[in-house]
């Protein structure tokens, strides 16, 4: 641990404002269970190592709590990688996500995954409030499955003022099947991912991996990637079911038996 880390680690990076709004968090492999305090989030390089390539996995300065530089440190952060492979996820995670990281790992050169609940993509009567938020466990179970870095923005930091600019995706892609339903779902997805791809890629190029199982939002995703041009590959992971046939999904977990049954 190089003075510099020592001095990052468990506090706020100094010489950052204490004022303002934080972009970005980020939490990093066994020590993460820290983040759920609210404050301050770092670990060590000892959680990495997990490879011969470049980047975090060879050891990296430690992050700690991260200001309005958010952006900038994460980006210098990722910077050794020359492809990041980055799972968006909002969290609760099950081993359809797991998968999807196993698959990122063979895709890219050092391993993200987001956990974020995105208000946006959630109607006025959905669960936003009770999504189930379980971040300590995700981060000891991402570390498990050999992610490199987890990055879990709080709500204020990714919109610190309201989203007035918006992807709003076309409408015979969006506003069909699962769309049809949920009004303007495609729009929160599309823009929260756009960020999220902007936080993690910034301009440069990597791999993202989204579930099959969401056929129509990796569709909506493929579209927007291709039609802005961003130097992102999107791979689609195979759907992962229960021993009963049906996808694992966080969502399942809200179906009783008979449900499950249907
Ligand atoms: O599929 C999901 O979990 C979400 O829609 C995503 C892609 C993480 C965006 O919030």
Redesign the pocket.
């Known amino acids: 641990v190089s003075p510099q880390q020592q001095r990052l680690r468990g506090d706020v990076i100094p010489g950052l404002p204490q004022r303002g709004f934080a972009l970005a968090r980020v939490v990093f492999g066994d020590r993460a269970k820290r983040q759920t305090d609210g404050r301050v989030v770092v670990q060590g390089v000892a959680a990495f190592g997990q490879g011969p390539q470049h980047g975090p996995r060879q050891g990296h300065p430690l992050l700690g709590r991260v200001r309005p530089e958010a952006h900038r440190q994460l980006r210098q952060h990722l910077r050794p990688a020359q492809c990041p492979a980055f799972v ?3 969290g609760n995670l099950h081993s359809g996500h797991l998968a999807l990281v196993q698959n990122a790992r063979r895709l890219g050169d050092v391993t993200v995954a ?1 956990i ?3 208000r946006l ?1 959630f109607g006025p009567n959905e669960d936003f409030d009770t999504y189930p938020r379980t971040l300590a466990a995700d981060c000891d179970q991402l570390k498990a499955a050999g992610c490199d870095l987890v990055f879990a923005p709080s709500e204020k930091e990714l919109y610190p003022e309201p989203q007035g600019f918006t992807v709003q995706p076309p409408t015979e892609l969006a506003n069909i099947l699962e769309g049809h339903f949920r009004p303007g779902f495609f729009s ?2 599309s823009t ?2 756009l960020k ?1 791809f902007h936080c993690v890629f910034g301009s440069g190029p990597g791999t993202a991996v ?2 099959q199982k ?1 056929y129509q ?1 990796l569709m909506v ?1 493929r579209r927007m990637v291709s039609q802005f041009a961003m130097p992102i590959q999107i791979v689609a992971g195979p759907t992962q079911r229960a021993p009963d046939g049906l996808a694992l999904s966080s969502r399942n977990g809200y179906l009783s038996e008979t449900e499950r049954a249907e």
Do not use: A, C, E, H
Request: aromatic share 12%.
């Open positions: 968006p996820t909002m987001s974020f609940v995105n993509q929160g997805v929260v991912v999220l989204f579930g969401d939002q995703i």
